[in-house]
């Protein structure tokens, strides 16, 4: 694989974008700022998900699970068709199909709770008497790598734009960075050079973050986040064109006070806290 890392002095950027995923395998919400401190994850970032009925999670339930117990991108296309917001404050979440708003439901009560599960029932043709389960567990998140550690639970997932586009330039098809569903979009960093970040510091805005472990996609990345079709068989592209099935990859925040915000510095291989 050809490497464009560049030198420590080479690697600096600039958040981007930034997105939070209250529901796992919903839509994202931009954001122009993330609040993050060390040991904690994201504020509002995978802490509902809607677990298969006939799965293993039950309320209450403190241990993490794979992500195939919950339906998701990899196994659940149709859900990229579904534009959903959920509003923290008040608690609720709207669903929108094409624009026209189809559910708005308090997920902090029961008949709303009632609501939202009957609803994604009939869109994953779950059978009536069993829908979805509502999946909210305090100091939980219902990250993929939650079942690595409680502090890879935490971790901040980054892609690199150049990376992206690296990509997109080999297989001569757009590649929509969304679908890579990740916190942090980094715009300025040599593409690829995050291959080499793990056990990395590195420094975003006011943050130090370590780099942790490389993002391995599955078949989640070959849905289109606009038409909802499986339409780029990005695993597999990725493995032909560069011998791995990487894009991005996971941070655990270290120190500063967050928090991330657009247009924040990013530097890696950083070796005091940022001031």
């Known amino acids: 694989m050809t490497r464009e890392a560049g030198t420590a002095s080479e690697r600096t950027g600039r958040v981007a974008a930034l997105f939070v995923y209250p529901v796992k395998g919903l839509s994202p919400q931009r954001v122009e700022t993330l609040p993050v401190e060390p040991g904690r994850g994201i504020d509002g970032d995978r802490v509902f998900a809607l677990a298969r009925p006939e799965g293993r999670y039950v309320k209450g339930q403190r241990q993490p699970l794979p ?54 029932g009939r869109v994953l043709d779950c059978d009536p008497a069993l829908p979805p389960v509502l999946a909210r567990e305090r100091d939980r998140r219902f990250t993929d790598v939650s079942v690595v550690s409680d502090s890879m639970m935490n971790a901040v997932s980054i892609i690199n734009l150049a990376s992206v586009r690296d990509l997109e330039r080999r297989v001569g098809a757009p590649v929509d960075p969304l679908r890579f569903r990740a916190n942090i979009y980094v715009e300025g960093l040599p593409a690829w050079c995050e291959r080499e970040l793990t056990g990395e510091d590195l420094g975003i805005g006011t943050l130090r973050l370590r780099g942790v472990l490389a993002t391995k996609r599955c078949a989640a990345t070959e849905v289109n986040p606009e038409t909802a079709e499986r339409d780029l068989a990005v695993p597999r592209l990725l493995h032909g064109e560069y011998g791995h099935v990487e894009m991005g990859w996971y941070a655990e925040v270290t120190g500063g006070n967050g928090p991330v915000s657009l247009g924040d510095r990013v530097e890696c291989g950083v070796v005091s806290a940022p001031s």
Not at 86 to 101: I, P, Y
Not at 103 to 109: G, N
Not at 111 to 119: I, K, P, Q, S
């Open 67 to 120: 992500k195939g117990q919950f339906f998701m991108l990899a196994r659940d296309a149709r859900l990229a068709d579904l534009g959903t917001h959920f509003d923290a404050r008040s608690n609720r979440l709207t669903v929108a199909v094409r624009g026209h708003e189809v559910l708005s439901a308090d997920v902090s009560t029961e008949d709303g709770e009632r609501a939202v599960t009957a609803f994604f």
